[in-house]
């Protein structure tokens, strides 16, 4: 990999290690068995590229990123990486808990109550597991 | 009505208009001939329930809905609604973008760019159709 | 095509002009010059298997269309169809309505929105576009 | 909480009790500790103002239910609570299993594969775990 | 059944059997106790009609079928079928593993992770669940 | 913008060239006065990074997009890119209509009828609007 991409990757992983925490890193390592090039670019694209722009502070992308995994529902591993995620950047459980409810609104109340019970699974155990 | 469901629809009156300004109303105007009672329910319980519980502020509760609306795809003038409310309530139109942006990574480019137009036609006619 | 694919088309196609009406065979029309076969699919499976089952009535069935095409929210012709064909089968407006309006609980209150403003474009209009 | 708020929750747990039965009042059970009030917002909005709604039969309520979860697929828990909730209002096994079934034509044939599993679980075991 | 049925059947159960291999055999068998009409139809619809037109190879149909269930996200058995499925009709695992990383494009890099541990799970196991 | 980005800008350049033709040119141009990030994101990521990999051909990668953007049936002007792509690339008209029929299988029958209008579109048009 040459000097550019790897400024590009080393801004990401110090972005990763920031916002997802030992839940990052697990989910690159479990990557390398399979398609390790996947785990760079998720290092360099989501991390590197956007979570790293300014113009949007982390609380506030987290917050996105809780919601629209809260709706679409079909991804709890990476929405319970970040809930945790959100937790790292400053968020407090309860502003958590209120992004999730408000999607009652927008995706229905099953999917909120399965962010709730992601939400309950993160609180508890303090650990989490994808990206 | 009685008393407290009135009181359920006069704080979700306030809250509609203070976020959604005249496009919630239209919304709201839009359904009297076909279903005036989900027009009340859109007024008491997202807006008279949720956006008026504390714990959130309506900047990060509109950074959420636009979230999950660009990430949905399937909602576009809803999506403008708002995007108009997150103007309303103090959202600058670089966080819009930025918020619609981080979608590419959660739901794909197209969800994204669908987003972004979305966001064009908002800032540029200043005036949108649906809740 | 032989006799007992025929009699798969002719079931298909009696239920069809009994369920959908015009709406349908406009439809099967408007494959003719991209994918003909699909056409007879159409026809064949979702009419000449499913509809054709005893063991739930076509006012029934309707309901389920209607809530399914609402929840998923990306196929509004189709939709229309259905609310059309819901009415040929003896739903009247206000189950077509409560059915759509149901929906805000398992889907959102955009896609239960975007529903109810399919259903007064087909009771105004009294013709739909596709299945 | 105020009387007309608790008429509301009344006759939402009513509906509650009587549609869900044990599975509706365990998913109310198990928000306790991360989101009470949500808890009281499904007893109030979906119990509570929507299936008490005049208009349309509870057997008919569940067909779009079911209809819904299984065409959306990211909510199993929620569908095996609403295909015992069918069998609690009187849908015979039949019944579900056809509204599952059709879902193959409006959602795919994974969608309606993994309901009917889900019916198979409910079928089985009589009991469920969530709303 | 008939003739002509038994021929759209045996047609599907050698395409099914060429195919899905053990993996659809197994699924047509779990339903044989809840919808054995829908184990016919998965044979005859999909396998029978689809799966054995002219005009497209195999290896292009399972790229196309491996593509959309990783997009949707909402029927893991279902990929893990196809994904051994696309390996029986001669794909490598690197144009398999090519296809998910694709679909990070189109429905995010949550889809895509979920579709690659998914592959992980069937290139280790060399054994499936579901259609 | 440094060398080593270019590089994957250039590359991506070209391949956006080769793949979407005019259609990709006109989505990068429409971004300029709301997101030119974006549009330098949409070169850079799945055109310099995704569809330049080798391992999997061009033809293959289409009918993956194709097959995908139609089961999600949320993005239609990006449908028409790739349909457009497609042909580009060489799949034949044939080829594309079959990739979308095949999806009524995985994502029902109004998911494929919606993709095959949109081909048509294409096909008689022979131009197309976003990426």
């Known amino acids: 990999m ?13 972005a990763l290690a920031e916002i997802d925490g030992a839940g990052g890193q697990k989910v690159v390592d479990s990557l390398a068995d399979i398609a390790p090039d996947f785990a760079r670019y998720i290092i360099e694209f989501p991390f590197g590229d956007i979570y790293s722009r300014p113009g949007l502070d982390l609380r506030s992308r987290e917050i996105a990123t809780i919601a629209a995994l809260t709706a679409l529902g079909n991804a709890t591993p990476q929405l319970k990486v970040h809930i945790q995620a959100g937790l790292n950047v400053g968020l407090s459980r309860d502003e958590i808990v209120e992004t999730i409810i408000q999607m009652a609104v927008y995706a229905g109340f099953p999917a909120a109550l399965n962010g709730l019970f992601a939400a309950r699974d993160v609180f508890q155990e303090k650990h989490s597991l994808a990206a």
């Not at 040459?2 to 110090?14: A, C, K, P, Q």
């Open 2 to 14: 040459d000097n550019i991409n790897e400024s590009r990757f080393e801004r990401g992983t110090r």
